[in-house]
């Protein structure tokens, strides 16, 4: 391993070992500059790509055959990662590596993780909503990095998280390589609506509850 390469790994670990110390304080975390530069912006550009083929596809409500469109709650439009592209296979790997480490600092029993590209329009939005499916434990914690070079806040499509009591806990413009990490089934969120192209990565940690009979996470 070249001295770049480990440099940049133990700067990795690092932001790792703040996502645990913050989620174990308060269940989440806003971090900046979250990923190097050269891969922030390989990410940025794959999901400009996506979005001028026209590789993305309006988001539903639910999983598999009970997944419903219903624009009256999230206006997005979303493309799931896979290794097909250098720059979603990267990302992957980096989020393995952080489920390692969250794993030993929290003992969280993370599995698996999924997560796709989102694309927020002119006036899109997603209403408050949780992550955890009613009924299962199925997520454990959510991520968001965005991907939008010089945000403003008259550009909207802000994160509001909300706490137990239903109050306002933060506030998160989705600026340019911010990554957002909170317990799935903890916090309730909304996207505010969007007043230009939001790009972001929606993701998320799972435990393992596949069956004899059923693999979960189904597509």
């Known amino acids: 391993?070249?001295?770049?390469?480990?440099?940049?790994?133990?700067?990795?670990?690092?932001?790792?070992?703040?996502?645990?110390?913050?989620?174990r304080n308060r269940g989440y975390c806003v971090?900046?500059?979250?990923?190097?530069p050269a891969m922030a912006a390989s990410l940025a550009r794959y999901a400009t790509e996506l979005n001028q083929h026209n590789d993305l596809r309006r988001a539903g409500i639910g999983r598999?055959?009970?997944?419903?469109?219903?624009?009256?709650?999230?206006?997005?439009?979303?493309?799931?990662?896979?290794?097909?592209n250098d720059a979603a296979a990267e990302w992957l790997d980096t989020m393995e590596r952080m489920r390692v480490v969250l794993n030993q600092q929290l003992l969280l029993g993370l599995f698996?993780?999924?997560s796709h590209i989102a694309h927020y329009s002119h006036g899109d939005f997603y209403r408050?909503?949780?992550?955890a499916f009613k009924g299962e434990s199925n997520r454990i914690l959510s991520t968001v990095y965005y991907l939008n070079d010089e945000w403003s806040v008259d550009n909207g499509?802000?994160?509001?998280?909300?706490?137990?009591?239903?109050?306002?806990?933060?506030?998160?413009?989705?600026v340019f390589n911010r990554l957002v990490v909170f317990l799935s089934e903890e916090f309730p969120h909304e996207v505010r609506p969007s007043w230009s192209d939001r790009f972001s990565i929606a993701g998320w940690f799972r435990p393992n509850t596949?069956?004899?009979d059923r693999i979960d996470p189904p597509r």
């Open 1 to 23: 391993m070249n001295a770049p390469v480990f440099n940049h790994a133990i700067e990795q670990y690092s932001v790792f070992l703040t996502i645990a110390e913050q989620l």
């Open 210 to 212: 596949s069956t004899h």
């Open 157 to 174: 499509g802000e994160l509001i998280i909300y706490d137990e009591n239903d109050n306002e806990a933060e506030r998160v413009l989705p």
């Open 128 to 131: 408050k909503h949780l992550d």
């Open 64 to 84: 598999g055959d009970d997944q419903i469109l219903a624009e009256a709650i999230r206006k997005d439009s979303i493309h799931w990662l896979s290794r097909d």
């Open 112 to 114: 698996s993780y999924e």
């Open 31 to 36: 971090i900046d500059d979250a990923l190097s």
